[in-house]
C-alpha cells in the first residue's frame, strides 16, 4: 500500500515524482503499461487530490478514502508544528535573556517566557493526544528552523528597542572592590555630566533604615538633602521600628553629583517602587534577587545589602536580632553628631565608604569633590583601594 504521508513528505522536499516512486519505503508499485513509475504515481495523486476536492465541495466526508486523510492529518494536528514553534521561541528567549540584563529588561524571563513555553507545550501535547505524530508535519527541519529564527529575530529586536530607549549595556563582568563592594566596566551613568547615584529601598526595610544614615550624611558632604524627616521601620519586622532617615520623596542639590532616590513609601510593609526601564536595567543585572538595599554609585560601583547594622541603632547593639529597643530617631541623630559611641562609629565607617565611592566618580567625571571630602584622611584612604 503507497504510504501518501511519506509522499507529501518528499514532494515538500523538492523531490521529483520519479525520485518518490522510486522510493522503497514509499511502496508504490504500477503495471508496466501504466508508463514510468513516476508518471504513474503523479497521475494517481492527482486523481486523489481530485476526488478529495469533489468530497470536499459535496461534504461528504464519508466518501474519502480513510488513507487519504491519513495522508492529510485533521486541523488539529497542525497544533504539533505551533506547539514546537512556541517552545523554541520560548526557549531561546530564556538562554538570550538570562546571559543579557538588556534583553530581558523590557520583557522579564517571567511571566512572558513561561507563558509562551507553556503555550508550546499545550499546543504541542493537544496536537499528539488528537492523534497527531512528528510524521504529520511535512517537513520538520523547517518547523524548526522557523522557531529558532523566530526565537533570535524576537530577542533582537527587542534588544535594539532597549538600545533606542538609552537602557545601556551591562557587563557581567564583575569585581570586587572594597567594603563588599563591586564594580563593573559599564560606561558611566550621568545627568547634567553630574554622576548619578541611584538609591533602591523601602522606609519598611529595617537594613534600609540603618542604611539611610550613612547615605544621607555622605550627600550632605556633597551638596543639599531636602524633604527627607526622620522615620521608623515596619514595626513588625525584623529590627522592629528602626530609626530612620526617609528618602522616598527626598530632593538632592549638588554641584557634583545627581541623586536618583527610588524608596516605596508604605511603613507597614516592604514595597517595590516603580522603576524606569534604565533603572530596572541595573537591578536586572546586578540585583536579581530584589535584595535591598540596592545602591549604584556612577553605574559603576554599587553595594547589595546594609551597610550598617540595624542593632547598633538600639539601646542593647550587638543582641540577638530584634533584642534590642530601637532608639528614637532624634537620639540617633545626636549620637552621630556628637562625633563618638557605638552609633556614631557603626554610620560614621559606612559614611566613609559612600564618601569614597562619590569622590571616586567624581574624578571620573573630571569633577573636583568638595574640599571637606578632599581633606578627610579616612575618606581619601579609602578612595586610595578603590581601582
Known amino acids: 500500500m503507497t504510504d501518501w504521508n511519506r509522499v507529501e513528505r518528499l514532494r515538500a522536499k523538492g523531490y521529483d515524482w520519479e525520485a518518490i516512486a522510486e522510493d522503497p519505503k514509499v511502496e508504490f508499485r504500477t503495471e508496466v503499461s501504466a508508463g514510468t513509475p513516476g508518471r504513474a504515481l503523479k497521475a ?72 509562551v513555553i507553556v503555550a508550546g507545550a499545550v499546543f504541542l501535547g493537544a496536537g499528539f493526544v488528537i492523534g497527531g505524530s512528528l510524521r504529520d508535519i511535512a517537513s520538520l527541519r523547517k ?7 523566530l526565537g533570535l529575530v524576537i530577542s533582537g529586536s527587542v534588544a535594539l528597542i532597549a538600545l533606542e530607549a538609552g537602557i545601556p549595556v551591562l557587563s557581567p563582568n564583575i569585581r570586587s572592590e572594597p567594603g563588599s563592594w563591586s564594580a563593573a566596566p559599564n560606561a558611566q551613568w550621568t545627568d547634567s555630566n553630574h554622576p548619578v547615584v541611584f538609591f533602591l529601598g523601602s522606609i519598611a526595610c529595617p537594613y534600609c533604615s540603618a542604611t539611610s544614615w550613612a547615605l544621607a550624611g555622605a550627600l550632605k558632604a556633597f551638596g543639599t538633602l531636602s ?49 524606569s526601564a ?57 549620637d552621630i553628631a556628637s562625633g563618638q559611641g557605638s552609633v556614631y562609629a557603626a ?32 575618606v581619601q584612604a579609602f578612595l586610595g583601594q578603590i581601582s
Open 44 to 115: 494517481l495523486y492527482l486523481e486523489r487530490k481530485s476526488k478529495r476536492r469533489q468530497s470536499g465541495r459535496s461534504g461528504d466526508r464519508s466518501a474519502q478514502d480513510p488513507e487519504e486523510d491519513a495522508a492529510h492529518p485533521r486541523w488539529p494536528a497542525r497544533l504539533l508544528p505551533l506547539g514546537i514553534v512556541l517552545l523554541l521561541i520560548g526557549v531561546i528567549w530564556t538562554l538570550i535573556a538570562l546571559a543579557e540584563p538588556i534583553v530581558r529588561t523590557l520583557l522579564p524571563v517571567v511571566p512572558y517566557t513561561v507563558g
Open 143 to 149: 518547523v524548526v528552523a522557523v522557531g529558532v529564527v
Open 227 to 275: 524633604n527627607a524627616p526622620y522615620g521608623t521601620s515596619n514595626p513588625s519586622d525584623t529590627f522592629p521600628s528602626t530609626p530612620e532617615i526617609r528618602l522616598d520623596a527626598s530632593s538632592f542639590s549638588s554641584n557634583y553629583l545627581s541623586w536618583d532616590s527610588k524608596e516605596g513609601s508604605n511603613p507597614s510593609a516592604i514595597s517595590e517602587p516603580a522603576l
Open 278 to 334: 534604565k533603572e530596572n536595567a541595573y537591578v536586572q543585572a546586578y540585583d536579581q534577587a530584589g535584595n535591598i538595599p540596592f545602591v549604584v554609585v556612577d553605574g559603576i560601583y554599587f553595594h547589595v545589602g546594609t551597610l550598617v547594622d540595624p542593632s547598633q541603632l538600639t539601646t542593647a547593639p550587638g543582641q540577638q536580632s530584634g533584642s534590642g529597643t530601637p532608639l528614637n530617631p532624634q537620639v540617633v541623630a545626636q
Open 347 to 378: 554610620v560614621h565607617a559606612a559614611q566613609i565608604q559612600f564618601e569614597a565611592y562619590f569622590a571616586k566618580a567624581c574624578q571620573l567625571s573630571n569633577i573636583t569633590p568638595p574640599q571637606s571630602v578632599s581633606s578627610d584622611s579616612e
